[in-house]
């Protein structure tokens, strides 16, 4: 197998809903991640030959995400030779942290790269929502965007999908804790109600508005105040175990705000500075210490850029 045949992408970790956007605000983290490698291939149609970090994926691309990403393109363009990729799992299913979508995001911006860029970065965005759909039900944006884009996007509508791209216009570092507990999306969102109350539905809308305006006028108070969910937190934080202790750890060391990652049970807390996200990393582990759950915990700046090509060793083929 040549190397050089290959397009290696790296798409990263996100971090989605952000205490008071759900469902339409994300960022994107340094790391975890997943990788994909994508080449033509004389084999019609798309095929998956490795996977790595992960057992129990599928190998048909019907079934996998980065198959039906790739295959998406591959008929948007009527691509007249086939697609091989290649998936190296850097982060756990089932997190938090959006690892479907890290496949997905590195499997479109891989395609498109081995395709001459037909598409924008901001266009791949549907076609990374294809392989959302796949593993949730639900073709939803707010971590496959932010893993394409990088830094922080809104999503304002899905019909039509307008992706908003905020960059990261204020320096921010976030500390990820992964407690080692399974907690399922479909669980997560099964537990919400319907139907939300007038007076919180306005001091929710006011909290996602206030922290779009502390970001841009980087007012790391005003973000603070604003890093609030006043509607689906309450109802989740029983999932997580030790989550209220977590939080007020992250809080009391020093964090502008903490919450639930995605769906959970990851716990993220925003700082302004990497020393402070150390002292809530240390915090929040130190609230697990004696609790028998295993963690694995990351502290990262929120970057400027999303998926990228890298170069990495290829994988071996799979027999």
Known sequence: MNESDYIKVFAPATVANVCCGFDVLGFALDQPGDEVWARKSDTPGVTISAIEGISGL???????????VAQKIATALDVPFGIELQLRKGMPVGSGLGSSAASSAAAAYAVNELLGKPFTTEELVVFAMEGERVASGSAHADNVAPSLLG???LVRSYDPLDIVPLGVPVELYCTCVHPLVELKTSLARSILKKEVPMQKAIRQWGNLAALMAGLLKRDYNLISRSL??????????????????AKQAALDAGALGAGISGSGPSIFALSAT???????????????ASSGIELNTYVTQVP??????IQQPSLHAHA
Not at 304 to 309: H, L, P, S
């Open 228 to 245: 609030h969910d006043e509607i689906f937190e309450p109802e989740r934080a029983f999932l997580i175990p030790l989550f209220k202790q």
């Open 58 to 68: 599928s190998f048909n691309p019907e079934e996998n995400v980065i198959g039906v």
């Open 274 to 288: 990497e020393e402070r996200a150390q002292q809530v990393k240390n915090a929040i582990e130190q609230v697990y």
């Open 304 to 309: 400027e850029q999303g998926a990228r090509v």
């Open 151 to 153: 830094g922080f996007v």
